[in-house]
């Protein structure tokens, strides 16, 4: 992605990562001053093991001394507690699923430390983000990176225009493996490390373990979708729909050796339904109510219209009808049926390239 001819003063929100890495590179080889920012939000248990932000740390200074590039590490620590972690366990606490990075981008990347990086001077920050802006006449858009297993457009959806307006995305035309093939090229001491797939700035760790610590699990039943008794669960807050891993259930009566999945939750009983049917009916939707709604040009384009959307990071774009309601949600109605909505999860919504915004999933329909 090129930026403006004119030099600009940068901040690069630098992970340690190799995405973050190449994209303060190619700002570097345009010529701009570029500022390294590591950002530390998370010190519960920052021990060996468990976050492991000394070594993100280590890598990021490497990489910006192979940049020659200065680097400051700042803590949002408190920030991330009270708008992203707190949010988080809330969501769980009420039986659904949340996604924490879709927060994450809006209150610390392109909040806190876009506060930060202005007050310093800044023009704009930038990051490592597989996506795109586009300035038009009618706003800041926000579009699909050329790299669409890597688009992460569903976890920024939620930025307004005067984010993006400060947003620069400099791998927006660049596909993973050529982001790869560029560290290895400039000798960057990180080009060969492996995608982090943790919660964000969180880091890797045994996931039920960790929400252990933060909400107390209420153990029950395990049913079929007939009501029969079949097993316990060790609370509901460690499961989400589709779910097929984690569940130990093994010698029920009258059950092949079919995989099963969890199906629906219980939570006024406490109660875990589970199938051995990886499309069971009570998997399948055709439509969701999503609320509150967030609008990348500040509105929706109308208040019915056809459009594409996703409902997790990387589905395949589906057909649907969205109707947006007077009391701040909307329905959406799908040309297919859809499968293990999760509500406190997102549906994003697309036109084109342009992503127009999205909601968080609150109900799931037949």
Partial sequence: MSTRSTPRRLFVGLSGG?????AAGLLKAEGHDVQAVFMKNWEEDDTPGHCAAATDLADARAVADALGIPLHAVNFATEYWDRVFAHFLAEYRAGRTPNPDVL???EIKFRAFLDHALARGADAVATGHYARVVARADGVHLARSADE??????FLYQLDQSQLRHAIFPLADLTKPEVRALARRWGLPNHARRDSTGICFIGERRFRDFLARYLPAQPGDVELPDGRRVGRHGGLLYYTPGQRHGLALG?????????????G???ARNVLVVAQDHD????????????????????APATTFRCLARCRHRQPLQDCTVEVGTDGSARVVFAERQRALAPGQSVVWYQGADCLGGGVIDAVGE
């Fill in 104 to 106: 994450c981008n809006r």
């Fill in 251 to 263: 010698g029920v009566r009258g059950a092949g050796e079919a995989p099963w999945f969890v199906v």
């Fill in 280 to 299: 069971h009916p009570r998997l399948m939707a055709r439509s969701l109510v999503a609320r509150p709604l967030h609008w990348v040009l500040g509105a």
């Fill in 149 to 154: 297993a890597k688009d992460q457009t569903y």
């Fill in 265 to 267: 939750k219980d939570l």
């Fill in 18 to 22: 190799v995405d973050s890495a190449v």
